[in-house]
């Protein structure tokens, strides 16, 4: 009997998600009110607030399922010997993927809770950290994790956005490209960190204290070799250093 409730509910919970992610795509943010989901969904309004809290609660459940699907397309992607070419990569299916899914794209980047973002918003910025953190182990980006995950973030999220609510004959693309490259071109360095150029050792000119800091930062997670107390030590001082560059 229980396990006949949970999947009733399960299959009520999918059915209330479909039916609010059709309205939004189809009539946009106001048309997915409590009273049309129940009604499309063929559920009673009781059965939304049981099962999601309340109308923010549906909404977060509709971004999540449908970044999900977006996602699914990201992460099946095999990383490539060039962490920076796969971070275009991913800027470009992000673009892709907020002109493709307007109104969930919308839903999720341009009504920001402060100091509470999105389920879906949490999960792909873990994503784009994690595109990130490649690079910094790669010795190739200038500034911390941290801020360049920040910069990525709100420039390619907030160029996506223009995008949309630009009409589709006026949109020009490039705006996209530029934005990201001046990104990268700001973050990353063209080379591996080195060591400083000296009477017989070559290296960037890119790199620098700064560089080297980032590197050993991101790599630090994987080294056992010191106390917890050293290690946290360390990465104060890295970070410090990396923020200073």
């Known amino acids: 009997m229980e396990t006949d409730r949970s999947a009733a509910a399960v299959a009520n919970r999918d059915r209330i998600i479909e039916a609010a992610t059709r309205l939004l795509a189809e009539q946009g943010r106001e048309a997915v009110s409590t009273r049309a989901v129940s009604a499309a969904a063929g559920v009673q309004a009781p059965t939304i607030y049981r099962l999601f809290g309340d109308k923010q609660g549906l909404l977060d459940a509709v971004a999540a399922r449908g970044f999900a699907r977006h996602l699914g397309e990201k992460t099946a992607l095999e990383p490539t010997d060039d962490p920076v070419q796969d971070l275009r990569t991913g ?117 620098g204290p700064a560089t080297a800091a980032t590197t050993l930062r991101a790599l630090l997670p994987r080294t056992d070799v010191l106390t917890p107390g050293e290690q946290a030590l360390l990465t104060e001082l890295l970070d410090r250093i990396s923020r200073t560059g």
């Open 91 to 207: 800027w470009n299916l992000n673009l892709e993927f907020g002109l493709a899914n307007p109104a969930l794209y919308t839903l999720m980047y341009a009504e920001p809770r402060p100091g509470e973002p999105s389920p879906a918003a949490v999960t792909a910025l873990g994503i784009l950290t994690a595109y990130v953190r490649r690079i910094a182990e790669a010795g190739r980006l200038r500034v911390d994790v941290s801020r360049a995950t920040q910069l990525i973030h709100a420039t390619g999220g907030g160029t996506t956005l223009a995008l949309i609510a630009t009409p589709p004959d006026q949109r020009d693309l490039t705006v996209s490209h530029l934005a990201r490259e001046a990104v990268l071109a700001a973050i990353t360095t063209d080379s591996p960190a080195t060591a400083a150029p000296g009477p017989t050792t070559a290296g960037p000119a890119t790199a």
